[in-house]
């Protein structure tokens, strides 16, 4: 395969999770009887919910027997789990989506790196900063790069969106002019790696923006379960005019352990139109069609089983579990003096590390001195430097021992 642009080499996030397991491991060979307290990378450690257990097995049962034999799923994802989601995450919601804009596949890291083919190559596109990497590497790798700049590891021909505490995390409209204006703007929030989120008014003056510029809003909503305040949309569509603009990404990752199982799906309103006039609904349906070829049966309705009320339940006691850990965090880190954003609405905790200290100094006090590894913010972009990020994954008890150890630091 021609690669659009071997500078994709040079990323940024596969350089910063290959750094910190580089460092660790370095550390674990130097103190071999250290015990490590990872608070860095953002997977779950809590087993997947018992009726998600009990569908596996009766989907895999269904694999024995002749009549319930499945083969191929469909491209674009079964019926009954594309009927559930609409249901349950958008018509409950009073937001109108139907079954068939539901696009299901192995997850959102996968849908928010390819869902940049189905724009034209010289699109100019916006991230934020920090940012989740997978956003900006994709479209490095599809050759929206410019030049690239080695003190701040940026792109020119992309624009980055300072989220910082200044602005509470909310990135600033871009410009308005024809020549400027981003065709395409990815937004996460609740935020990867910052925790912070944005009001439901804050998200409408972006789909209002949209709108004006004819800018598509990629809304990356895989932190969505962790929401606890009213005034947080939880997903774009209940904005108004959201479905001329935006395109959502959802995921079972974070909220139902699925992980390791694989599932996500992308949403697009048929209404939904490119800079050129394009339906972009027909052409997700033609890529995907062509380059994947369904979601496992059995995973599916692993996912179907997430909306059964049992289901329901128990998701929301594994993310109430990993709230406690983020609350504990939060609060503990507070106490001690640092400055935390996030932790209230998503499982990160972002923090200010102390004094003057970079993000990977602050990664080598924690390690060297607590036996704690967290994320240094400044891999996730230059707004990231001088913050560091520690997720609420753990157990309980390994959180309250990580928070002992910093406090004695
Ligand atoms: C974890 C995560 C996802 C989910 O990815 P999956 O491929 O569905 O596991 C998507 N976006 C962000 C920002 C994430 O942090």
């Given amino acids: 395969m021609m690669l659009a642009n071997p500078d994709y080499l040079r990323l940024r996030g596969s350089y910063l999770f290959s750094t910190v397991a580089q460092k660790t491991r370095a550390y674990t060979e130097a103190h071999p009887e250290a015990e490590i307290i990872r608070l860095g990378i953002g997977d779950v450690t809590q087993p997947l919910p018992p009726a998600v257990i009990e569908a596996l097995h009766k989907a895999v049962e269904e694999q024995a027997h002749a009549e319930t034999f499945r083969g191929y799923a469909p491209d674009l994802g079964y019926p009954f789990?594309?009927?559930?989601m609409a249901e349950n995450d958008y018509r409950a919601r009073d937001c109108q989506i139907e079954d068939d804009e539901i696009f299901l596949s192995d997850g959102a890291k996968s849908d928010s790196a390819n869902i940049q083919e189905i724009f034209a190559a010289d699109s100019r596109i916006a991230v934020t900063d920090p940012v989740y990497p997978v956003y900006v590497d994709s479209n490095v790798m599809a050759g929206r790069t410019g030049t690239y700049r080695e003190e701040t590891g940026t792109w020119s021909r992309v624009t980055y969106l300072p989220c910082t505490a200044e602005n509470g995390f909310v990135p600033a409209l871009p410009a308005e002019g024809p020549d400027e204006a981003p065709d395409l703007i990815y937004l996460c929030f609740p935020n990867n790696p910052t925790g912070t989120t944005i009001t439901k008014a804050q998200l409408q003056e972006w789909v209002d923006y949209a709108n004006r510029t004819g800018a598509v809003i990629l809304f990356d909503s895989a932190y969505e379960a962790y929401i606890s305040e009213p005034d947080?949309?939880?997903?774009?569509?209940?904005?108004?005019?959201?479905?001329?603009?935006?395109?959502?990404?959802?995921s079972f990752s974070k909220n139902a352990g699925f992980t390791g199982l694989r599932l996500g799906a992308v949403v697009i309103p048929k209404e939904l139109k490119d800079k050129n006039g394009q339906a972009l609904h027909p052409l997700w349906?033609?890529?995907?069609?062509?380059?994947?070829?369904?979601?496992?049966?059995?995973?599916?309705r692993a996912g179907e089983a997430v909306y059964t009320p049992e289901g329901k339940a128990q998701v929301?006691?594994?993310?109430?579990?990993?709230?406690?850990?983020?609350?504990?965090i939060r609060e503990s880190l507070a106490g001690m003096g640092y400055e935390v954003y996030g932790g209230v609405n998503s499982p990160y905790i972002w923090l200010r590390t102390s004094g003057e200290m970079t993000s990977w100094e602050f990664f080598d006090r924690l390690l060297e001195g607590a036996q704690v590894v967290g994320t240094p913010g400044s891999g996730f972009g230059p707004r990231g430097e001088h913050y560091f990020r520690l997720t609420a994954f753990g157990t309980y008890e390994k959180s309250v021992e990580a928070m002992e150890r910093i406090r004695r630091l």
């Fill in 81 to 84: 789990l594309r009927h559930a």
């Fill in 232 to 250: 947080v949309p939880h997903t774009i569509y209940e904005c108004e005019g959201a479905r001329t603009c935006a395109i959502e990404l959802r």
């Fill in 285 to 300: 349906a033609r890529r995907h069609g062509t380059k994947y070829n369904g979601a496992p049966y059995i995973v599916q």
């Fill in 316 to 328: 929301r006691a594994l993310v109430d579990g990993y709230m406690k850990n983020a609350r504990f």
